[in-house]
C-alpha cells in the first residue's frame, strides 16, 4: 500500500494527513504524538477513527497541521485521519466512521467583529441621558 492523502479542517485549523501501513506511530509537525499533544483527552480525539474501525496500530501517520489552537488541531486530524481511513478501505470503514459522526466537517466558525460595537455581537452600555 503507498500512501494516502486527506485534508481535515476545524475552525482555522487545517491538517494535512499521509497514511502508510506501518506500526501505528503518529508524528504531528516532526514531533510525536505524545511530545505534540500532552492532553490524554487530545490524544484521545486523534485516535477516536482507529478506534471505532479497529485499525489501530495497522497505519503510520504523519500530519502537517497549522492554524487555530491545539482542540481544532486535534480534531481536525481526527476528520484527516477518518477521511483517509474511507480513501483506504470505504465500505469497510465508511459505515462505522459515518454513525461515529466522524466524516462530518465542523462548519461552526468564530463570527467576525462588527465596526462600531466592542465584539461580534456585544454592544457598548446604552445610556438614555
Known amino acids: 500500500m503507498e500512501q494516502t492523502h486527506a485534508l481535515g479542517r476545524r475552525k482555522a485549523a487545517v491538517a494535512r494527513v499521509y497514511l502508510t501501513a506501518g ?52 480534531e481536525a486530524i481526527r476528520l484527516g485521519i477518518a477521511r483517509a481511513l474511507c480513501e483506504i478501505n470505504s465500505e469497510a470503514n465508511r459505515p462505522a466512521l459515518k454513525a461515529a459522526g466522524l466524516l462530518t466537517r465542523d462548519a461552526r466558525e468564530v463570527e467576525r467583529k462588527k465596526p462600531g460595537q466592542p465584539g461580534a455581537r456585544r454592544r457598548f452600555q446604552f445610556s438614555k441621558r
Open 23 to 74: 506500526k501505528g506511530n503518529v508524528v504531528v509537525n516532526g514531533r510525536a504524538l505524545e511530545n505534540y499533544f500532552a492532553l490524554d483527552s487530545l490524544r484521545y480525539i486523534v485516535n477516536q477513527p482507529f478506534a471505532v474501525t479497529a485499525t489501530e496500530g495497522q497505519f503510520d501517520v504523519k500530519v502537517t497541521v497549522v492554524g487555530g489552537g491545539i482542540k481544532g488541531q486535534a
